[in-house]
């Protein structure tokens, strides 16, 4: 009986390990209890390099601490989701937002304004202030369905708010996929993203990508190593074989390289 390497037989693409610096997997956590983390890391963490406490969930956890501790144990940086943030910002708790995160220890931090009007330059402000102590995931795009905004006017927002300290900034989309780069119906708004794609880095954005259709979208239009966002817990495993042309949706753009292979006749 042979004795088999586990991932050694197939020409797969090689992907950083953790920490990685391109290809992330940004996981999002709308509840999970300290039993389900454990099962998420046992069955995929190699693959979750940076897990958001969605909306304002981290606030009302009770067991917050252990949670963040838990995931700390696994090496992996936690943030709070920027509706949060928002309702900080609207109620003017800024300081005592710093000294809470710090308490418990976030090493990250979303600045967004999806929701909450912040005027440019004082969200400009803020994130190069959290920047100082935190690394910030800003966010543009509105969660309202109805609102769009012109291609020029996110590439100018996403270059100020890299400019400004952002170490990665989010593009929009809701954990349903029904806003931001995507229409109310879920259709990828494609010409943006090409636009965006024309003047940012990829690797400098997070595009937010819940269901597996976008996932796919993304990683055949810019590979393995895009940064993806809002992937459910129980997805992460299901993305990891979109990237690396494991699944139909992206065998043969991943896998095969975009050519059609034929099988070698049996010997």
């Known amino acids: ?40 890391f046992d069955t995929a963490g190699e693959y979750v390099d940076i897990v958001k406490l969605g909306w304002g969930t981290s606030y009302v ?19 709070c989701g920027g509706t949060l943030f928002e309702a900080v910002y609207a109620q003017d708790k800024v300081d005592e937002f710093k000294g809470w995160l710090e308490h418990f220890r976030f090493s990250h931090v979303e600045i967004s304004d999806g929701t909450i009007e912040i005027p440019r330059e004082r969200k400009l ?3 190069a202030d959290f920047a100082r102590d935190f690394a910030v995931l800003s966010e543009v795009g509105s969660k309202d369905a109805e609102v769009v905004f012109a291609p020029y006017q996110w590439v100018e927002w996403i270059t100020e708010e890299l400019a400004a300290g952002a170490w990665k900034v989010i593009a929009e ?6 806003a ?6 879920g259709e990828l708004r494609t010409g943006l993203v090409d636009e965006i794609e024309h003047s940012i880095s990829f690797h400098d954005l997070i595009w937010e990508a819940p269901t597996k259709d976008s996932q796919a979208w993304f990683v055949k239009h810019f590979g393995p190593e895009v940064n993806l966002g809002n992937i459910p817990p129980d997805e992460v495993i299901a993305l990891e074989t979109l990237r690396l042309g494991l ?4 065998l043969k753009e991943v896998l095969l390289g975009r050519q059609s292979v034929e099988p070698s006749p049996a010997t």
């Open 1 to 40: 009986m042979h004795a088999f390497d586990q991932n050694s037989f197939l020409d797969v693409p090689v992907r950083e390990g953790k920490p990685r610096s391109r290809g992330l997997t940004h996981v999002i956590d709308k509840g999970l209890n300290l039993r389900e983390i454990e099962g998420l």
């Open 247 to 250: 699944r139909a949706d992206t």
């Open 180 to 185: 931001g780069i995507y229409r109310p119906t």
């Open 125 to 127: 402000e803020l994130i």
């Open 61 to 79: 956890t009770n067991n917050l601490e252990k949670k963040i501790a838990l995931y700390r144990s696994f090496a992996t940086p936690v943030v």
């Open 173 to 178: 989309g809701r954990e349903g996929g029904t």
